[in-house]
């Protein structure tokens, strides 16, 4: 069961919570994460899909996610924030580098026909 919660007016940064509940045999977890994306300057109009894109990029992933895009000449670039939560610290469990995250979204927007700038390598400012 997923519950998301967090909507922004237009042209605002857009949050979202994910609260899952995950059977764990008598008792039950609650595991919380959450997904920032904003715009420097104006979002593109089909804003929606990109954090469709996101979210489906980071679905897998552990932690909490800021993501902020800025317009460069040849396309968009963009800056991740990363705040790992307690699962993320457990030996048991292996979770991706915050480079290979980060080159994961690179490449599902470039799958997905997002503007991204080609000229562009993940982790340059």
């Not at 799958?111 to 000229?119: F, L, M, N, Q, S």
């Amino acid at each position: 069961m997923a519950k998301l919660a967090g909507t922004a007016p237009r042209g605002q940064a857009y949050s979202q919570t994910l609260i899952r509940s995950v059977n764990a045999g008598a008792g039950a977890c609650i595991i919380a994460s959450m997904l920032i994306v904003a715009w420097e300057g104006t979002p593109p109009s089909d804003k929606a899909d990109w954090i469709w894109i996101l979210r489906e990029a980071l679905a897998g992933e552990l932690g909490s996610y800021r993501v902020v895009f800025s317009r460069a000449k040849r396309g968009w670039r963009f800056t991740v924030e990363f705040r790992e939560d307690e699962r993320s610290r457990d030996e048991a469990l292996v979770a991706n580098s915050p480079e290979s995250v980060t080159y994961n979204i690179y490449a599902s927007l470039a799958d997905g026909g997002k503007p991204v700038d080609p000229t562009w390598k993940p982790g340059e400012v």
